[in-house]
C-alpha cells in the first residue's frame, strides 16, 4: 500500500512539473466513458455531446471516439475542442431529420436559403478539430427532398482555427463540409467520397480568409472543391495543393455564388480525372471582384471542359430585398502548367460582357487534347452573349473554335500554349471577338493557321 501511495504521489508530481515547464499536456475525454455505446444502433448523441461540452467546459483537449459505430444526431463544437476518431471509429448521422435541429447561423448570407441543420456544427468557436483515421457517413441517401430537409455534413460558421486532418467524410445529404465566414482553416489529409444524393459538394470555402487545403483526395457528386462567397465578405488568402478529384461536376471552382468575390488564391500541385464539367471554372455573375488567383501544375484526364472564366451578371443579392448587385470584375490571373486529354469537344472560353472585359488573363505552357469533331458550320456560329444564365462550359454551346473562345476580353497573353484534337475538326484553335491587347507566342494547332476572329 505505501508503494501504492508513493506511485501516485510521484505521478502527481511529475504531472505539477510537466505544467510548470509548459509541457503540452493534452487532456483526453474518451465517450464511451460518457455512456456513448457504439454499437449502430442506439442514439449516442447525448453521451458524445456530454464529452464534447466536459472538454470544452474544462478548457479543452480531446474528445477521443474509440472503435465502434455510434449513431448520432446533430452535434455541437465548442472552443478548444478536438474530435479524434480513432481508427475503426465511425460517426453514423441518423437518417431521422428530427436528429437535426434547426441552427440558423447569426451572419446573414444567401445559405440561408439551403439548410439550417448540420451533423457536425459550431458558430463563433475557436481553435476547434476533428482529427483522426475514422470515419463520419452521413447516411445522406436516406434524405430525399430540395435543400431544407438536407443537412449538411459538417458546418463552421464564423469560427476562427478550424482545421480538419486525416478523416474519411462519407455520404452527405448535401454539401460535405461548408466552411463559411471563417478565419484561419486548415483542411489535411481529408478523404471525401460523397455521391449519393444531390449537391453532394466537398469541399465550399465560402467569404473565409487564410485558409490551407492541402493533401485531400475526392470524389463527389457536385464540385469537388469550390470557392464562394454568398456575403460581403470575399474568399482571400486561400491555397490549395497536392489535392485529387473527381466529381460529376466542376474540380476546382470560384463562383457561382461571387458577391464579396475572391482576393489572392494559389492553386498548384492536383491531380484531376473522371470530371463532366470543368477542370478549372472561374466564374463571377452576382458582382464582387475576383483579383489575383494563380493556378499551376495541374493534370486532367477526362474532363469535359478543362478551362472556363467567365464575368457574367445573374445579379443575384445574397439577402431578400437588397438592391441587385453591378456587374463585377475579373482579372490578374494566371494559368500555367497545365496538361489536359480526354476533353469533350465543346472548347473553352474566357469571356465578359460587352463594356465589361475581363482583364490581365495569362496562360502560359499550356497542353490540352480535345474530342474534335466539329463543323464549318460551328465555326460560323457567334455565341449569344447570355449575361443573366447559369454559368457553365456548354453555356454557349458548340463553341466557334475547337481550343479558347475569347470575348469581351482585354489583354489576354497565351505563351506555349498546345491545343489539339484527336478527330478531325473545321474549326480554328483559337477565335476572339471584341478583344484588346491579345499576345499569342508559341501557339501549337491542328495545321498552324492563325487564330481567327468573328465577323
Not at 505521478?11 to 487532456?27: M, N, P, Q, W
Amino acid at each position: 500500500m505505501y508503494k501504492d501511495l508513493q506511485y501516485i504521489l510521484s505521478a502527481i508530481l511529475l504531472l505539477l512539473v510537466g505544467f510548470s515547464a509548459g509541457a503540452d499536456v493534452t487532456v483526453s475525454y474518451d465517450v464511451s466513458a460518457f455512456s456513448a455505446v457504439g454499437d449502430g444502433v442506439t442514439l449516442d448523441t447525448a453521451a458524445l455531446q456530454a464529452a464534447i461540452d466536459a472538454c470544452h467546459t474544462n478548457g479543452g483537449g480531446v474528445v477521443r471516439v474509440p472503435t465502434g459505430r455510434f449513431l448520432t444526431g446533430t452535434l455541437t463544437l465548442n472552443d478548444g475542442v478536438n474530435l479524434h476518431l480513432c481508427r475503426g471509429a465511425v460517426l453514423l448521422g441518423s437518417t431521422k431529420l428530427d436528429d437535426y435541429p434547426k441552427r440558423k447561423a447569426r451572419y446573414r448570407s444567401y445559405t440561408d436559403n439551403y439548410t439550417d441543420r448540420a451533423l457536425i456544427y459550431a458558430e463563433d468557436a475557436r481553435d476547434i478539430a476533428i482529427s483522426g483515421e475514422g470515419l463520419i457517413d452521413g447516411q445522406g441517401a436516406a434524405f430525399s427532398g430540395e435543400y431544407l430537409v438536407r443537412p449538411y455534413m459538417l458546418r463552421f460558421v464564423s469560427c476562427e482555427g478550424v482545421s480538419l486532418e486525416d478523416v474519411t467524410l462519407r455520404n452527405g445529404a448535401m454539401w460535405t463540409v461548408h466552411f463559411f465566414a471563417c478565419d484561419r482553416v486548415y483542411a489535411r489529409g481529408v478523404t471525401i467520397r460523397s455521391r449519393c444524393n444531390k449537391n453532394n459538394d466537398g469541399l465550399d470555402i465560402d467569404s473565409c480568409s487564410n485558409v490551407r487545403i492541402a493533401d485531400c483526395d475526392i470524389s463527389s457528386g457536385d464540385d469537388a472543391i469550390v470557392l464562394k462567397s454568398t456575403s460581403a465578405r470575399p474568399c482571400s488568402n486561400v491555397v490549395i495543393t497536392n489535392c485529387v478529384l473527381s466529381t460529376d461536376c466542376n474540380a476546382l471552382k470560384m463562383g457561382t455564388e461571387s458577391n464579396g468575390g475572391f482576393q489572392n488564391i494559389a492553386i498548384t500541385n492536383c491531380a484531376i480525372y473522371d470530371t463532366r464539367l470543368s477542370g478549372i471554372a472561374l466564374e463571377v455573375v452576382d458582382g464582387g471582384l475576383l483579383d489575383g488567383v494563380t493556378i499551376s501544375n495541374i493534370t486532367m484526364r477526362n474532363t469535359g471542359g478543362p478551362v472556363f472564366i467567365r464575368l457574367g451578371n445573374r445579379a443575384r443579392p445574397y439577402q431578400k430585398d437588397m438592391e441587385a448587385p453591378g456587374v463585377g470584375a475579373l482579372r490578374n490571373v494566371s494559368l500555367s502548367t497545365i496538361v489536359a486529354t480526354g476533353a469533350d469537344a465543346t472548347g473553352c472560353s474566357i469571356t465578359g460582357l460587352p463594356g465589361h472585359p475581363v482583364e490581365n488573363i495569362s496562360l502560359r505552357d499550356i497542353r490540352i487534347a480535345f474530342a474534335g469533331g466539329g463543323t464549318e458550320e460551328d465555326a460560323k456560329c457567334i455565341p449569344e452573349e447570355l449575361p443573366e444564365k447559369y454559368p457553365e462550359y456548354r453555356m454557349f454551346g458548340t463553341l466557334p473554335a475547337y481550343g479558347f473562345y475569347i470575348r469581351h476580353a482585354r489583354d489576354i497573353r497565351m505563351d506555349g500554349v498546345s491545343l489539339t484534337t484527336d478527330t478531325a475538326d473545321a474549326r480554328p484553335a483559337i477565335v476572339q471577338e471584341d478583344v484588346e491587347g491579345l499576345a499569342l507566342t508559341g501557339i501549337r494547332d491542328n495545321s498552324d493557321m492563325s487564330p481567327t476572329t468573328n465577323p
